[in-house]
């Protein structure tokens, strides 16, 4: 799952005291049409962005999974979602992280 | 020196999730390592040969590169017995053989040091990356 790219500062300017970055204090998750990249999330048609909690990292796997299930979430057209994005804002905001999901998922519009 | 530590791998997912609340370092110390360093392991050089971890500072990371360079240079030594240094990790504690690994990586031409010598790495010669 890589970091966005101002993200990957942040954290740099956290552990490295070269910077006082701002810690995310929520994170929301939305989903992708197209593997996201550093340069685009390729959000799809799906709304809203549903709040996304964490349990702590495994150490040494280095791996985290969410803690709440997260629905509700509708689809306002068709679109397949084979991505997603972990953002700290509802609305807007700063892309956090992203990847693919594991089985892609079919959506007809307003369906959940 | 791409490599993150196990420590601070899982430090930082917490940081960005929010999983639970990591320990910002408060200093930053280089070490030199006599084999190649892992993610866990240092394998530091021993405080009997006139070695000590050396401060280590940065300026503010780049972006979008995802980079930062040490902004001062740093000496090792003069040393009292031959090393072959390796390798080069970063901690987060000034006492040899303790603290928490942060980065790891392996020098880019491996150094002999003998009695006498002193190894420094300049200013801006030290890269640490999370791309």
């Known amino acids: 799952m890589p970091f966005d790219p101002r993200v990957q500062k942040s954290a740099l300017d956290w552990v490295l005291g070269g910077g006082a970055p701002v810690r995310a204090t929520s994170r929301f998750i939305s989903f992708a049409t197209q593997s996201p990249r550093s340069d685009s999330a390729f959000d799809g048609p799906f709304s809203p962005r549903v709040t996304v909690s964490f349990a702590a990292a495994n150490s040494p796997q280095m791996s985290v999974t969410n803690l709440n299930a997260f629905s509700n979430v509708t689809a306002t057209a068709a679109g397949t979602a084979v991505g997603f994005n972990i953002w700290d804002a509802a609305a807007g905001g700063q892309r956090l992280a992203w990847g693919t999901v594991t089985a892609i998922s079919d959506a007809r519009a307003r369906t959940t | ?131």
């Open chain 2, 1 to 131: 020196m791409a490599n993150v530590s196990a420590y601070l791998s899982k430090a930082l997912l917490d940081w960005v999730l929010g999983g639970a609340t990591p320990v910002q370092p408060t200093s930053r110390l280089a070490a030199l390592s006599l084999g190649t360093p892992t993610s866990v392991s240092g394998s530091e050089v021993g405080s009997a040969s006139g070695y000590a971890r050396q401060t280590a500072l940065f300026g503010a990371a780049a972006s979008p590169a995802g980079s930062a360079s040490n902004t001062a240079g740093m000496t090792f030594g003069p040393f009292s017995s031959s090393n072959a240094i390796q390798g080069l990790f970063l901690a987060d504690t000034v006492s040899i053989f303790s603290g928490n690994m942060l980065w790891y990586g392996t020098l880019l031409t491996a150094r002999t040091v003998l009695p006498g010598d002193t190894l420094t790495v300049a200013a801006g010669n030290l890269l640490i990356t999370l791309a």
